[in-house]
């Protein structure tokens, strides 16, 4: 019992940091209108994800925030993650392929470490016999491309509708 609401705790504190420090911080960088769809999107698609894989008994989430109202790990879906893929597309907003593709597994590496922590050490995420680490991790590079792509193809859509 104890365990659980140490892990709740840390769920807040991580809530709290995330709205409290990273979002402002994140939204001070221009355009500002390409973070919230970034935003939008990624957690959208997150929810969308998530929600399939906990129906289907593929992932469980036995400590979580609000357990009454939400089966998925909203905490991830909705702050974490969406945020973690506006610092990466800010940070590969001009790069080309290479850039974008090094930078992604350098930031994505140390996230899933600690997912993998997580499932291995808490309570907070448990992944069932369909689900192993690589599926994790290749999700994980996966959506982050393909949010990268859908700006990208917002940006250029942008463009032609400007010229």
């Given at each position: 019992?104890?365990?659980?609401?140490?892990?709740?705790?840390?769920?807040?504190?991580i809530?709290?940091?995330?709205?409290?420090?990273l979002?402002?911080?994140i939204?001070?960088?221009?355009?500002?209108?390409d973070?919230?769809?970034?935003?939008?999107f990624n957690?959208?698609?997150?929810?969308?994800?998530?929600k399939?894989?906990?129906?289907n008994?593929?992932?469980?989430?036995?400590?979580?925030?609000?357990?009454?109202?939400?089966?998925?790990h909203?905490?991830?879906?909705f702050?974490?993650y969406?945020?973690?893929?506006?610092?990466?597309?800010?940070?590969?907003?001009k790069d080309k392929?290479?850039?974008?593709?090094?930078?992604?597994f350098?930031?994505?590496?140390?996230?899933f470490?600690?997912?993998?922590?997580?499932?291995?050490?808490?309570?907070?995420?448990?992944?069932?016999?369909?689900?192993?680490?690589?599926?994790?991790?290749?999700?994980?590079?996966?959506?982050?491309?393909?949010?990268?792509?859908?700006?990208?193809?917002?940006?250029?859509?942008?463009?032609?509708?400007?010229?």
């Amino acid at each position: 019992m104890r365990k659980k609401k140490i892990e709740k705790e840390l769920l807040l504190c991580i809530l709290i940091l995330n709205l409290g420090v990273l979002l402002p911080l994140i939204h001070r960088k221009s355009p500002i209108k390409d973070w919230i769809i970034v935003y939008l999107f990624n957690a959208v698609t997150n929810g969308i994800i998530d929600k399939v894989l906990t129906e289907n008994k593929i992932i469980k989430y036995p400590n979580r925030l609000f357990p009454k109202i939400y089966d998925t790990h909203i905490l991830f879906d909705f702050f974490l993650y969406p945020t973690f893929t506006i610092v990466y597309n800010q940070m590969t907003a001009k790069d080309k392929a290479f850039g974008i593709i090094y930078k992604l597994f350098v930031i994505t590496i140390p996230v899933f470490l600690i997912e993998f922590l997580a499932e291995r050490k808490t309570n907070l995420v448990e992944w069932t016999r369909k689900w192993r680490w690589y599926h994790t991790f290749v999700s994980i590079i996966i959506k982050s491309l393909l949010t990268r792509l859908f700006i990208a193809l917002i940006r250029r859509a942008d463009a032609k509708m400007k010229n």
